[in-house]
């Protein structure tokens, strides 16, 4: 089955400040990409998706990359705000969904 | 819109008791999962419906059951509870089958097997 791996474990910045989160994956089918935002005490909320016939995609301040021949993906997150502060999860998708496990980020102000 | 709507919030349960926790859902989707979510690990299926009536096992089902009656509920039984079961428990659902489409969550219901 997929397996997706997800660095750092935690991540701390400064306002204003960019962050980057990158996430491999095992299964080459895997055709879905999605990311997901959980704040402290509530279920996860998808942020920003991408498929696997786009290498990019953007929605204000956050983007995401993809690259299928390495199979790894990865998050920016740019001008961060302290709202920006809680956990996110990548996932990887072909017949069912795998997370990976997740990364902590501290905005700091 | 409630979206997903789990119960209990929070329980506390005795190793060998039963234990049901509810998942509603009010967007009428077909697929819905039930999901574990522990330090490290991330979140990982347990349990998955693609429509009512059927179900499927995810990547941790050992020690899980779960029915699907009809479109919008969707409980996960735990029918002996094992410390090691003590965990956050997400219910999602999506209109897309295969994990291919958003995802919705609830807000969890943290259960504690002692």
């Known amino acids: 089955g997929e397996n997706v791996e997800q660095h750092p474990s935690t991540l701390s910045v400064q306002e204003g400040d960019s962050a980057v989160i990158k996430c491999t994956y095992s299964?080459?089918?895997?055709?879905?990409f999605p990311w997901y935002k959980q704040e402290l005490g509530k279920g996860p909320q998808l942020i920003i998706d991408?498929?696997?016939?786009?290498g990019e995609k953007k929605d204000q301040r956050i983007a995401v990359t993809l690259n299928k021949t390495a199979k790894h993906f990865s998050l920016h997150i740019t001008e961060t705000q302290p709202e920006d502060s809680a956990v996110y999860f990548c996932?990887?998708?072909?017949?069912?969904?795998?997370f990976g496990a997740g990364t902590r980020l501290t905005v700091k102000p | 819109i409630a979206g997903i709507t789990q119960a209990p919030t929070s329980q506390i349960l005795a190793a060998g008791r039963r234990m049901t926790l509810r998942c509603t859902q009010d967007?009428?989707?077909?697929?819905m999962y039930w999901y574990r979510q522990d330090l490290g690990l991330g979140l990982r299926l347990i349990h998955y419906?693609?429509?009512?009536?059927?179900?499927g096992k995810g990547e941790v089902p050992d020690g899980y059951s779960v029915s699907r009656a009809n479109t919008d509920d969707f409980p996960l039984t735990l029918a002996s509870a094992v410390p090691s079961q003590t965990s956050v428990y997400f219910c999602?659902?999506?209109?897309?089958?295969?994990?291919?489409?958003?995802?919705?969550f609830g807000e969890g219901s943290r259960l504690t097997v002692l």
């Open positions: 999602a659902s999506s209109d897309g089958l295969g994990g291919t489409g958003e995802l919705f």
């Open positions: 299964d080459s089918a895997s055709n879905y």
């Open positions: 991408i498929r696997s016939n786009v």
């Open positions: 996932a990887a998708s072909y017949n069912d969904m795998r």
């Open positions: 967007m009428r989707h077909n697929a």
């Open positions: 419906s693609n429509t009512a009536g059927t179900t």
